[in-house]
Nanobody
Framework: QVQLVESGGGLVQPGGSLRLSCAASGRTFSRYAMAWFRQAPGKGREFVTT????????YYADSVKGRFTISRDNAKNTVYLKMNSLKPEDTATYYC?????????????????WGQGTQVTVSS
């Protein structure tokens, strides 16, 4: 059974930084793409970023490009999301997901397993 456990969320002031982690178990982690999505209150879930199985390819939503960085450590079965220059509009529950293939895109249907989410609140 695949399990994904996110951590690292919290309350941060605008302009601040956070690093989210997602620990995976129950699947050969290094064979699959990973991604982060987020869902703000009253809105649908949206794509944030994805990284390929080897870590060599990444893709970001325009709203976070240049501020967020996704990375992965296959030895630790963990994917990270470093978030800098945070804005109030980044407030959301952040979810990590495991892809169905080694390279995946922006669609939720491309991801087979999801974590429970970690809350990020950007507010002064």
């Amino acid at each position: 059974q695949v399990q994904l456990v996110e951590s690292g969320g919290g309350l941060v002031q605008p302009g601040g930084s956070l690093r989210l982690s997602c620990a995976a178990s129950g699947r050969t982690f290094s064979r699959y793409a990973m991604a982060w999505f987020r869902q703000a209150p009253g809105k649908g879930r949206e794509f944030v970023t994805t990284v390929s199985a080897t870590g060599g390819r990444t893709y970001y939503a325009d709203s976070v490009k240049g501020r967020f960085t996704i990375s992965r450590d296959n030895a630790k079965n963990t994917v990270y999301l470093k978030m800098n220059s945070l804005k109030p509009e980044d407030t959301a529950t952040y979810y990590c997901a495991v892809g169905n293939t080694a390279v995946a895109g922006t669609g939720e249907y491309e991801y087979a397993y999801w974590g429970q989410g970690t809350q990020v609140t950007v507010s002064s």
